[in-house]
């Protein structure tokens, strides 16, 4: 099947004027984090990019910050220039050790966080783990409100392991299927379209099996999320994209009927897909008022 796929493209920006800020790196134990930093107020803001995007992917961003706050956009591991100790799989004690010694570096005790994607998983396990220390969230179609068993099995199994390894190696006959899927319309094209792109290609292969190693034990507990935010009043802002096949809004409506301060949590959605961290989507931000106090 290749109707439709040759004209695919999965766009993510990485020139920016970011680029013209100095990378920094932090080391914890055996792990680098990779981050970069504008402006120097006292209000932090931790931000955590989408799979296979880098610290830049908030460039369009970074006008919207006040002379009180401070944007620090890190790599998550696998990405760009951090570096995990290895791919088995960071622990929740280790990533609550690594982040309050990063925020010691950086001089603040609490913070607020955006993400997109992926980076939304570790936005909610980080909340879970001291919200006590979160101020607000601004979300961007976030990962983590719903378990991806299929995922869960690659990482977290040794035959998922071994399965995806296989992938890896010899990547068509998983593509001939998700074609097959496609065809009886149990996948959607555009799904079908991410898959292509995402293992039609070794580096991305293996990106993405790293990743989903590297963050295997982060299963957010919706549970604790609810009660963490509801305890310490941690507003979040959801923005989405209305016609986005990989995560669907529907997810963060369940979850904002799940609270009992209904204040806590507004949605927006936009009339795009998956990709929204466009400047379009930080001029909507400003003119909404959606921005970080």
């Not at 100790?85 to 925020?103: C, P, Q, V």
């Not at 809004?249 to 806590?264: T, V």
Request: aromatic share 14%.
């Amino acid at each position: 099947m290749t109707n439709g796929l040759n004209n695919f493209k999965f766009r993510i920006k990485t020139t920016c004027t970011f680029t013209q800020v100095k990378n920094q790196l932090f080391s914890y134990n055996d792990y680098t984090i990779s981050y970069a930093q504008i402006a120097s107020g006292e209000n932090l803001i931790l931000a955590f990019h989408g799979f296979g995007m880098d610290r830049f992917a908030f460039e369009d961003f970074h006008s919207l910050l006040e002379p009180h706050q401070k944007l620090v956009s890190v790599d998550l591991f696998s990405h760009g220039n951090s570096e995990p100790r290895d791919f088995n799989g960071l622990s929740k004690t280790e990533w609550k050790g690594m982040l309050l010694a990063f925020l010691t570096h950086l001089g603040h005790e609490r913070f607020s966080m955006m993400a997109y994607s992926l980076g939304g998983k570790v936005v909610l396990e980080t909340v879970n783990l001291f919200p006590e220390k979160v101020e607000s969230l601004l979300l961007f179609s976030p990962d983590g409100f719903k378990r991806n068993r299929f995922y869960e099995f690659l990482s977290l199994s040794a035959l998922g392991r071994w399965t995806y390894r296989g992938v890896i190696r010899k990547p068509q006959a998983f593509l001939n299927f998700a074609d097959r899927l496609t065809k009886y319309n149990v996948l959607s094209l555009r799904l079908n379209k991410f898959v292509h792109y995402h293992v039609g290609d070794k580096t991305r292969r293996e990106q993405v099996y790293d990743a989903h190693r590297v963050y295997r034990h982060f299963l957010p507990d919706l549970n604790a999320l609810q009660r963490g935010l509801e305890k310490h009043e941690i507003s979040i802002t959801f923005i989405f994209g209305e016609h986005d096949r990989v995560i669907h809004h529907s997810l963060a409506q369940r979850f904002m009927e799940r609270l009992s301060n209904k204040s806590l949590a507004t949605l927006h959605l936009l009339n795009k897909g998956h990709l929204i961290l466009e400047a379009s989507t930080a001029s909507f931000i400003k003119e909404n008022n959606l921005w970080f106090k």
